[in-house]
């Protein structure tokens, strides 16, 4: 199986929208590795253990990341 990394702008109006940063990693560890790192290159970042989402905050607006599919 492949996965992707997506991250969501959540102050935006269409915070639905997800933009695809990375493909194709055959990995489901090392896509969440990556996951994590970036979200946590940023100052003012988290995890959601509830629902296994990292966000960070830049440029004044939150964001999500997260690898796709979930399980």
Known sequence: MSYSILVRDLAR????TQQLLAYDIHDRSAAETLVSV???SYRDHGFNPATRVHWFRHQGGVR???TWPRH
Do not use: L, P, R, Y
């Not at 109006?13 to 639905?16: E, Q, T």
């Open 13 to 16: 109006a269409n915070a639905g």
């Open 38 to 40: 970036i979200a946590t």
């Open 64 to 66: 999500e990341i997260f």
